[in-house]
């Protein structure tokens, strides 16, 4: 038998972009139990993942306009 290795945090946000397109730190709390979105961000930048990020408007539960950042792989120039 072999032994199961839990994927780390870092693969399981690579995952979640691949399945759903982008992620929040909202989206990364509340469906993988990340803290730290940023600095796994920032990891995988380093290890050579092209991720990119956008400032996007939300309304908090108040109904204020308020920012968050969206973090999706950035996307190759398909020429052709």
Do not use: W
């Not at 929040?24 to 940023?38: F, P, Y």
């Not at 380093?46 to 939300?58: C, D, L, M, R």
Request: glycine share 6%; hydrophobic share 35%; aromatic share 6%.
């Amino acid at each position: 038998m072999g032994v199961h290795k839990k994927p780390t945090q870092n693969q399981r946000i690579l995952n979640y972009i691949e399945q759903f397109g982008s992620i929040t730190q909202l989206e990364a709390l509340r469906d993988l139990g990340v803290m730290r979105l940023a600095s796994r961000i920032s990891d995988l930048r380093k290890q050579g993942h092209k991720i990119v990020s956008e400032v996007v408007p939300v309304k908090n539960r108040f109904e204020e306009q308020c920012h968050i950042k969206r973090y999706r792989f950035e996307e190759e120039l398909k020429v052709g």
